[in-house]
C-alpha cells in the first residue's frame, strides 16, 4: 500500500500540514497540534511506500524530527525527485507539473507563500489564508499521483528503446 506525503512548515521549521493521501481512505491532512506522532502512525497504517517529491531530503527528516518517529526505516521511499532524474528530468515539482500539464488552481504559488499563509493564520487567525494553504497541500499531494504514472511511463518508455 502506497502512501503519498507533502508537508508545509512555519519560518521556524515545524511542520505546519501533513498531507497524506491513500487509495483506501483517500485524502487527509493533519494541521498544527494535530501532527503528532500517535496521528502520523495511524494515518500510515497499513502503509509500506511513501511517495514524496524530494521527500528524502525535505519532508521526511522534517517530519521525523518533530514526530520522532523513524520514517526511513519503517517505509520503503519513492522519491518522485530521484526519479525524475533518472529519466533526465530536472527541477522542483512545479516545474514537473508545468511541463507535462498537470493542472494546478494555485498556480504561481511556491513554498514561500506557503510560510507566509501559515503566518498569517498563526498571527490573525486568517481563515482565508489557511484555506488556501491547506488547498496549495493538498494540489501538492494530489499532483504525486499524476506524475508518478508520468514519470514511471517515462522511466519505462526510455528503457526500453
Given at each position: 500500500m502506497k502512501a503519498y506525503l507533502?508537508?508545509?512548515t512555519c519560518a521556524?521549521?515545524?511542520?505546519t500540514v501533513v498531507g497524506i493521501y491513500r487509495e483506501d481512505r483517500g485524502f487527509r491532512q493533519l494541521v498544527g497540534g494535530e501532527i503528532t506522532d500517535v496521528a502520523v502512525w495511524e494515518a500510515l497504517d497499513g502503509v509500506d511506500t511513501l511517495c514524496t517529491y524530494n521527500g528524502d531530503r525535505?519532508?521526511?527528516?522534517i517530519l521525523e524530527r518533530q514526530t520522532r518517529l523513524d520514517l526511513r526505516s519503517r517505509f520503503r521511499s519513492l522519491d518522485l525527485l530521484r526519479e525524475c532524474r533518472r529519466v533526465g528530468l530536472k527541477g522542483g515539482l512545479?516545474?514537473?507539473?508545468?511541463?507535462?500539464?498537470?493542472?494546478r488552481g494555485t498556480r504561481g504559488m511556491n513554498g514561500w507563500d506557503a510560510l507566509q499563509l501559515w503566518a498569517r493564520y498563526e498571527s490573525a487567525g486568517d481563515q482565508e489564508a489557511l484555506r488556501l494553504l491547506l488547498e496549495y497541500n493538498r494540489e501538492d499531494v494530489m499532483n504525486l499521483v499524476q506524475l508518478e504514472r508520468i514519470v514511471i511511463g517515462v522511466g519505462l518508455e526510455?528503457?526500453?528503446?
Open positions: 507533502d508537508i508545509e521556524g521549521g515545524q511542520v525535505f519532508d521526511l527528516p512545479k516545474r514537473m507539473e508545468e511541463r507535462f500539464g498537470i493542472a526510455s528503457r526500453e528503446r
